[in-house]
Structure formats: structure tokens, C-alpha cells
């Protein structure tokens, strides 16, 4: 059944959600609502709350004559805390949505090291080296570009890391 747009005598569609003409007596509305609530149990083929909804105002007869005087005003407005109340559960959903996203959306940024922090590994506390010098785009190979660390080890050699992973696989040494 196609969608018709209500006219301005039948304003929210209520009379033709019931197939009913306005001047409907209310033994003939409790009659074509029973009767579409049956069809909408054989096919589904409608929407059901657009025929309750239909029924609820027409059955009652003040409700009625307010319908029948003219078009009927929309929903009313929220008030102010229900607006917020709406406002903060979309606000919510979004930043839990936003964590299982990118899970380090609401982590702290991993601590940056400086020139003399001695890292050590978290895992088995083995000591990689101390921080020499940072670079914010520091060019590796196969042309990429990332912020990075030189760490000079106990050997003496120095040798670049990128800071993601340094970040992730090493704290600085406490007292060293």
C-alpha cells in the first residue's frame, strides 16, 4: 500500500489510516479498527502504531472535534534537560564507539623520553640504552618518515628507533 500525503481535512492521516470518511460514527471507527488490526495480523503490510495511533485520537470524542477543527499542531518541544539528557547519551555513545575504534582515542599519550633517559625493556627489564637525540621526522628506510630516537647503546653505537615503539616496549630507568 503506497504512502499517501495527508490533506489538509485529514491532517495527520488518521482517517486514512482507518479507511474512514470524517463524518465517522464511533460504532464505525471501533469498527474499521478492529478490521485493519485483522488485516495487519494477516499481511503486515502497514504500519500498526499509524492505525492505533489513528484509533487512540478518534475513539475519543473531544480528541476527535479538536482533529476535526483543524490541523493539529506537531509534538511538542523537548525541554531543556531532556535536550541535554539526549545531547550527553549521543555524546557518550560516541566516545565509547570512538575507544573500540582506536583504542588509544581515551588512553594518555605514552610518555615521551628526553636526551639522557636510560630505557629499559618492561617485559624482562633489560636495558636497551640512553636517549641521545629525538627527531620529529626523522627519514627511515624505505622512505619513511616518523618522530624518532637515537639511542646510544652500552657498546657505543648509536642507532635510530621510531618512537612508537619505544613508547610502547620501553619505560625510562628510575635512578639511572
Not at 106 to 123: E, N, T, Y
Amino acid at each position: 500500500m503506497a504512502a499517501t500525503v495527508a490533506s489538509s481535512a485529514d491532517p495527520m492521516g488518521h482517517y486514512e489510516a482507518l479507511r474512514l470518511q470524517p463524518a465517522a460514527s464511533p460504532g464505525e471507527i471501533a469498527w474499521a479498527y478492529r478490521r485493519r488490526e485483522e488485516e495487519w495480523r494477516q499481511c503486515r503490510s502497514f504500519s500498526r502504531f499509524a492505525v492505533q495511533e489513528a484509533y487512540r485520537y478518534l475513539s475519543d470524542p473531544e480528541r476527535k472535534a479538536a482533529y476535526d477543527a483543524g490541523p493539529r499542531p506537531g509534538p511538542p518541544e523537548p525541554s531543556a534537560s531532556r535536550r541535554r539528557l539526549i545531547l550527553s547519551a549521543i555524546l557518550l555513545t560516541l566516545v565509547s564507539h570512538a575507544g573500540f575504534i582506536s583504542p588509544g582515542f581515551l588512553q594518555a599519550a605514552p610518555p615521551r623520553f628526553h636526551p639522557g633517559d636510560v630505557l629499559i625493556r618492561s617485559h624482562d627489564e633489560r636495558t636497551l640504552g640512553t636517549v641521545t637525540r629525538q627527531e620529529f621526522k626523522h627519514r627511515f628506510p624505505r622512505s619513511r618518515i616518523s618522530r624518532a630516537y637515537l639511542i646510544r647503546t652500552a657498546e657505543g653505537k648509536g642507532r635510530w628507533f621510531p618512537a612508537r615503539e619505544l613508547e610502547r616496549h620501553y619505560r625510562r630507568s628510575i635512578g639511572g
